[in-house]
Nanobody
Framework: VQLQASGGGSVQAGGSLKLSCKASGMIWSVFTGSRMGWHRQAPGKQRELVAEFTSSGSTNYQDSVKGRFTISKDNAKKTVYLQMNNMEPGDTAVYYC?????????WGQGTLVTVSS
């Protein structure tokens, strides 16, 4: 299984970016039944959960991104997205996608997001 993340870049505060993470080598039923989401790691900080789908399909968001970020997925494309709006300098980090099958996890390679004030 490989996760290919894309969509990172540089934006000014208030701007938007959309991240994508495509899973390859994973069968459809596993993708749809897995917990998946986006994490981020800022310089000098620990990796933290940003947003996720639970295995039942409900969503969780870190408090700091509620109302600004939206996680979505396309099961047919086996792709999970993160729409980031009204971005803040504090959102600057490397963003990683993650799929948790329950007994093993997969991580994407990380995509850098930089928000300037």
């Amino acid at each position: 299984v490989q996760l290919q993340a894309s969509g990172g870049g540089s934006v000014q505060a208030g701007g938007s970016l959309k991240l994508s993470c495509k899973a390859s080598g994973m069968i459809w039923s596993v993708f749809t039944g897995s917990r998946m989401g986006w994490h981020r790691q800022a310089p000098g900080k620990q990796r933290e959960l940003v947003a996720e789908f639970t295995s039942s399909g409900s969503t969780n968001y870190q408090d700091s991104v509620k109302g600004r970020f939206t996680i979505s997925k396309d099961n047919a494309k086996k792709t999970v997205y993160l729409q980031m709006n009204n971005m803040e300098p504090g959102d600057t980090a490397v963003y990683y996608c993650n799929i948790d099958e329950g007994y093993r996890e997969h991580w994407g390679q990380g995509t850098l997001v930089t928000v300037s004030s």
